[in-house]
């Protein structure tokens, strides 16, 4: 396979991803005898100066860089647990030649990574769901022993459920302390209940926002065919990383073993034109960026029109007319609690007992600086139409 100088970007991966992902490499590094090491995710990105991004010297689904393992975010579960397989190996070789400062050549150290990979994983398939993937890795690990070694943390789910009796007790021990008798499922459960109650209480309820019949539906179908150029795009990276992976396997056994593997295993012994995948790919990648273009220009009309709606903008100009009311009274009680203070300095008070409450970041009426005034001028400013006569 032909060098091809790629550029990757780090990627945040979903929670999910990951504990699937660091699960396939604490049973991979079991296996090995290692610490399993840090795993982080990247995609392929077009070319940059970024100095925040990875070059590689050809386009790769994962790789192994200064003790940590790097995963292509979009590979589907089968083909990801087979490179974490891969990369793990890569990791044991360098941990290897830390401790025995023996090294050996390129090609030895990808032939067995590569062997690793397929002893352990050779009956998994490259399409296998991550249910599927997860059965599978739960045999390996049964089959080794390493459940006991590499004991993981409790899911979220379990220790909530674990701790939920301890929680009741120690709910019913507050609320009997307090004197509180009335029996309770939580005290979160309270809290909620009692921010709804002070919700009702104060009337708080969200503004109801207008739109305009004519721009109703107008981004659906837009978003409908970009969800669907989105999907049809991934299914092209994943048949192009199937592609690669065929090329890899037929440079490193050798043609005639290739098609002799791929004929055992009841599939076609052709190799895949990676060429016309990757053309295919870079089309629809165009065609996306054109039709998300479309779609900005649709979202933005929508959002015009939402927001120079009659009823909406009304709504704008009662809420703004509140703050404003709001502000100003404010400002004013602030200037009674300083004309306060005035009058008892001038009785001849001359320790004020009081605390002064006065909000100062809003200031008061008569100082022409104060955010009251200045707020004002704005509204005036920028707003006038919004000012009640």
């Known amino acids: 396979m032909e060098t091809e100088i790629t550029f990757n970007r780090l990627r945040r991966a979903s929670p999910e991803l990951r504990e699937f992902t660091e699960y396939s490499v604490r049973v991979a ?27 590689t010297e050809e386009r790769c689904i994962g790789f192994y860089k200064n003790g940590e393992i790097y995963s292509r975010l979009d590979l589907p579960p089968g083909r990801r647990v087979k490179n974490i397989f891969h990369e793990v190996s890569h990791a044991h070789t360098a941990q290897r030649t830390c401790k025995t400062l023996r090294f050996c050549s390129d090609e030895i150290e990808e032939r067995t990574a590569w062997l690793f990979a397929l002893e352990y994983c050779d009956g998994l398939p490259a399409d296998a769901s991550e249910k599927e993937a997860r059965e599978f890795l739960g045999k390996v690990a049964t089959r080794f022993s390493l459940e006991s070694k590499m004991q993981p943390l409790l ?22 302390h307090e004197g509180n008798q009335e029996t309770s499922q939580g005290i979160g459960i309270q809290v909620i209940a009692r921010f709804k109650k002070q919700a009702k209480e104060t009337e708080m309820s969200e503004a109801k926002i207008h739109i305009p019949e004519a721009v109703a539906n107008i981004l659906r179908p837009a978003e409908d065919d970009l969800r669907k150029e989105r999907l049809e795009l991934e299914r092209l990276k994943t048949a192009e990383v199937a592609a690669c992976e065929k090329h890899s396997l037929a440079n490193r056994i050798g043609p005639m073993d290739y098609r002799a593997t791929m004929a055992l295993k009841g599939e076609t012994p052709d190799l895949p034109d990676v060429g016309a995948l990757r053309d295919e790919i870079a089309l629809k990648e165009k065609v ?10 649709l979202q933005a009309k929508y959002d015009r029109a939402v927001q120079v709606a009659a009823a909406n903008v009304e709504i704008h100009v009662q809420i703004v007319r509140k703050i404003n009311a709001a502000i ?4 004013a009680a602030n200037e009674q609690e300083i004309l306060f203070f005035d009058g008892l300095r001038r009785a001849g008070v001359s320790s004020i007992i009081f605390r002064s409450m006065a909000v100062r970041s809003v200031g008061s009426k008569s100082d022409p600086n104060s955010m009251a005034n200045l707020h004002s001028r704005e509204l005036r400013q920028f707003l006038p139409h919004y000012v009640s006569d």
């Open 328 to 331: 100003q009274a404010l400002a």
């Open 29 to 55: 590094s079991g296996i090995r005898g290692i610490v399993p090491p840090t795993i982080h995710f990247f995609e392929i990105v077009a070319p940059s100066r970024d100095p925040s991004l990875i070059v």
């Open 288 to 297: 996306i960026e054109k039709k998300n273009d479309g779609l900005k220009v």
């Open 155 to 176: 899911e979220a789910a379990s220790l909530r459920k674990k701790m939920q009796p301890l929680v009741e007790q120690a709910t019913q021990r507050v609320f009997s």
